[in-house]
C-alpha cells in the first residue's frame, strides 16, 4: 500500500547519494578525500612544527652559562669564552664543569627521546619511523650552538650531540668516546679529542654493517652533518692548535 511506498521511497531517498547531497544537513557530509590528504599533512607539520620548536628551546637553555652565574661568573669572558663543559671546568670548578656535561648530555637525550613523544601527546599526532626524532635531535643541537637566550652565541655542542647519538644510536657513543679517550690521553688537548671523536662518528656511520643499513642512508647523512658541525664549531681550536697556543688539559691543576 501507500505506507509501502513510503517505505520504499524513503529507502530510496536514503540509498541516492545526489538526493543526499541535497539535503539541508548536507554540509555536514564527510569532506571528500583529498581534504583529508591535505589535513594530514597540515597535522604533520604542526606535529614537527611543535617538536622543532620545543627541541630548540631545549637545546637552548645555556647550562654552562646558568651555572657559572651561581658563582658570580659570566663565562663569556673568561677562559676561551664559551659556555661549553670544558670551559667551565678550567675556569670555574672541576665539579660544575662535569655538572655542565651531564646537563648538556642530557639535552641531546631528551631532545630525541622526549621532546618527540611530548609533541606526538600535545598534536595527537603519532610519526613514523626515526624522522621526528632525528629533527628534534638536530634542532636540540642546533639550539645549544646558536641559543636565542645569549644573541644566538652558544657552545660547540659536542656533549649535546653525544646525548643524541646515545638515544638514536648507543653503539655510536662507545665508538666516539673510545676514539676521544685514547686521542685525549696522547695529546692532552680536549679540542682534538672532540674533533676525532667526530670525526670518527662520521667514518662509521658508513660503515656497510654499521646503523644506515637498519635506518638508511639519509640517518647517516644527517650524523655525518652534525658530526661535521662540530668539526667546524672547533675552528678557533684548530687555529690555535696551528699556532701552538691551544691550552692542553693540566691534570694537577687546581681548577
Known sequence: GRAGGDRGESRDYRGCRC???QTPFSFLALPPGPFFAILGGMTTYVLWSAGGAAAYLLGAVPFGFLIAK???KDIRTLGSGNIGATNVFRAV???LGLLTFALDFLK???GVTLIPMLAERATGVAAAGMGLAVFCGAMTVIGHNWTCFLKFKGGKGVATSAGLLLGLAPAGVGIAFAVWLALFLA???????SIGAALSL???VWWPLALHARHGV???GVLTLLALLAVWKHRSNIARLRTGTESRFNFGKKV
Do not use: D, E
Request: aromatic share 16%; hydrophobic share 45%.
Open 19 to 21: 538526493c543526499r547531497a
Open 70 to 72: 651561581t658563582r658570580g
Open 93 to 95: 670548578s672541576k665539579p
Open 108 to 110: 641531546g637525550f631528551c
Open 187 to 193: 695529546t692532552r688537548y680536549v679540542s682534538v679529542a
Open 202 to 204: 662520521a667514518a662509521v
Open 218 to 220: 639519509w640517518f647517516a
